[in-house]
């Protein structure tokens, strides 16, 4: 067989396939010697004394009776909102009242319906995904490793929130395409242009966020780790944020570029090509940034609606830090998102041409 059909769109003459590795194995070698150096030191954290204690309520009269999982029942504070046969946490604090309870209940226990939750979710992807879910599953549990044990340590030992950021971005990115995808053209290509794409996503979070003065101290939480935390650098960890969050949609806009091109590619090539793979490219680019801007949009709600309560005019509130802060992240997001594409589908007809010219 001759032509353009000679060669499924995975399956790329080795002139191609050593481009595509060309670019990407410096980057993750890359990626992997800037986590050795970046890792965080380990030291041991500080003793402390656990005074959350656990129990369900037996009781409830003014005060609560709760029956502690060690078996011996208490009074304690807080009852206002629960009932009989809650399953709670409480706070044991000896003394901190005169002639008071020691307990106060703090919280409710949600570990069983977590569980079950979790265990739904799993059960979905795996039952409508098979060994593609089960994939996807394993790209999410390194997703959080790298998060838990390389990302947070590492900007808590001190070193730089964006860089911090960006290396782990790479990291999990390389791990989840290929774990969830399976090692392929339309892999790699979706993973060069989901780098290219975060690159300039943290270079525009640099820019603007140096631009508009923004030093990422806006709410009580941010000024309270800024405190206690003093080392951390808060911008860099604004644009980190920025980064990570632009990472997750990302990598769904740039495989379906790159599946889209290889598909197409049986029956063109070239500049036709990358046209065709364009518009289909801007549809999905609507819906994802409407995605994008409502996810940010719904983690900010309750600032949204004391804002719509303000009296204060709404240009300072829109030049205010607090909502400049998510105007930028809903920003930068969207102009990487968008720029994904057409850099995802010129590198996915690059690889196609190139497998044309040698069947």
């Known amino acids: 067989m001759t032509g353009r059909h000679a060669h499924s769109p995975d399956q790329l003459p080795e002139a191609s396939r050593r481009v595509i590795a060309a670019l990407l194995i410096p980057a993750a070698i890359a990626t992997g010697i800037a986590m050795i150096v970046l890792w965080p030191a380990r030291p041991a954290p500080p003793a402390a004394e656990n005074n959350r204690v656990e129990g369900t309520v037996t009781a409830v009269d003014g005060q609560a009776t709760v029956r502690l999982d060690d078996g011996r029942e208490i009074t304690a504070e807080g009852a206002g909102n629960v009932r009989a046969g809650d399953d709670v ?47 996807s599953l394993a790209g999410l549990a390194v997703s959080f490793a790298v998060l838990l044990l390389f990302i947070i340590p590492a900007i808590l030992d001190g070193s730089p929130p964006l860089l911090v950021a960006v290396v782990g971005a790479a990291a999990i990115m ?137 009296t204060q005019p709404a240009g300072d509130l829109l030049t205010g830090e607090l909502l400049a802060q998510e105007i930028l992240r809903s920003a930068v997001g969207t102009i990487g998102l968008v720029a994904s594409v057409p850099l995802t589908t010129a590198l996915a007809v690059l690889a196609a041409d190139r497998s044309h010219r040698f069947t």
């Open 89 to 135: 946490v409480l706070l044991h604090t000896p003394n901190a009242v005169p002639g008071g309870t020691d307990y106060a209940i703090v919280d409710r226990q949600r570990s069983t319906p977590m569980i079950w939750l979790l265990a739904l979710t799993a059960a979905v992807i795996l039952a409508f995904g098979r060994w593609r879910g089960l994939r």
């Open 174 to 310: 390389f791990a989840a395409l290929y774990l969830t995808h399976g090692v392929s053209t339309h892999t790699s290509v979706a993973v060069a242009g989901t780098l290219a794409s975060l690159v300039l996503t943290g270079l525009l979070g640099a820019g603007f966020t140096a631009a508009l003065h923004l030093t990422g101290v806006a709410t009580d939480d941010d000024a309270f780790l800024s405190a206690t935390l003093g080392g951390i650098d808060m911008r860099g960890l604004l644009l980190a944020g920025i980064v990570i969050g632009a990472l997750g949609v990302l990598d769904d806009v740039t495989v379906t570029q790159a599946v889209t091109v290889a598909e197409m590619s049986a029956s063109s090539s070239g500049w036709p090509l990358y046209r065709a793979a364009i518009r289909v490219g801007r549809a999905h680019v609507g819906s994802a940034v409407n995605t994008i801007v409502l996810a940010y949009a719904g983690a900010s709600l309750p600032l949204l609606l004391l804002f719509s309560t303000s």
